[in-house]
């Protein structure tokens, strides 16, 4: 079964609408969650690592005031993706690895996110 | 040079054939070695996942590493239409390190 849950599936929403997106690790705890964004017939590309506990590190051109990280828990993840536009409707995907850290990563089941 | 370089596909072959899947990359640093099966609309499932060279077998699939060529593979025997779906390579140098996903191939099976 899953063992990495995200919240919601798919979104609509209006430009300027900030939209927040959970990831939940369901039968372990995550210290390190990975958020991914993917556009149709392309390749995941990472967003930022989120660390519980402490600030997200964003990869180099992912704007960190637009798409707020929080890891409030070892189980729990957020990604917002604040005053949302057209050009921000992509799938975006988190991921994390398992306690030891060394076993391949659990994705999600994604969330597609459209803006009108 | 990207860091892992994969054919985007399409392939196509007829159901019942073995499906030959490729990467090549280009940090030596990398140690971990996976495969991944995405169908439309879902994340990527693991399907294979190693940390050294030669081969490791799971039903029909093959995964095989050669390190000293900085390539990996991904046989799949006797496909079946439920085997089309889009195919990522992914390495990883260590521990908690970010993953490197290549672009994925296209499968699609042929009844």
């Known amino acids: 079964g899953a063992v990495v849950s995200q919240h919601p599936s798919w979104v609509i929403c209006k430009s300027g609408t900030s939209v927040k997106i959970e990831c939940r690790s369901l039968d372990f705890q995550a210290t390190t969650m990975f958020w991914y964004r993917q556009f149709p017939k392309q390749s995941l590309m990472l967003m930022a690592t989120?660390?519980?506990?402490?600030?997200?590190?964003?990869e180099q051109g992912v704007e960190k005031d637009k798409f707020l990280i929080n890891h409030a828990s070892l189980t729990l993840s957020t990604l917002t993706v604040t005053s949302a536009h057209p050009e921000d409707s992509s799938f975006y995907i988190c991921s994390a690895p398992d306690r030891t850290g060394n076993q391949p990563q659990h994705f999600g089941d994604g969330t597609r996110l459209s803006i009108l | 040079q990207k860091e892992v370089e994969q054919d985007p596909g399409p392939l196509s072959v007829p159901e019942g054939a073995i499906v030959s899947l490729n990467c090549t990359y280009s940090n030596s640093a990398f140690q971990y070695f996976m495969w991944y099966r995405q169908y439309s609309r879902k994340g990527p499932e693991l399907l294979m996942y190693t940390y050294s060279s030669g081969n490791k077998e799971d039903g029909r699939f093959t995964a095989q590493v050669d390190k000293s060529s900085k390539y990996i593979s991904l046989f799949i025997r006797d496909s079946q239409p439920s085997d089309s779906a889009t195919y990522l390579c992914a390495i990883r140098a260590g521990g908690y390190q970010k993953v490197t996903f290549g672009t994925g191939t296209k499968l699609q099976v042929i009844p």
């Open positions: 989120s660390n519980e506990g402490s600030k997200a590190t964003y």
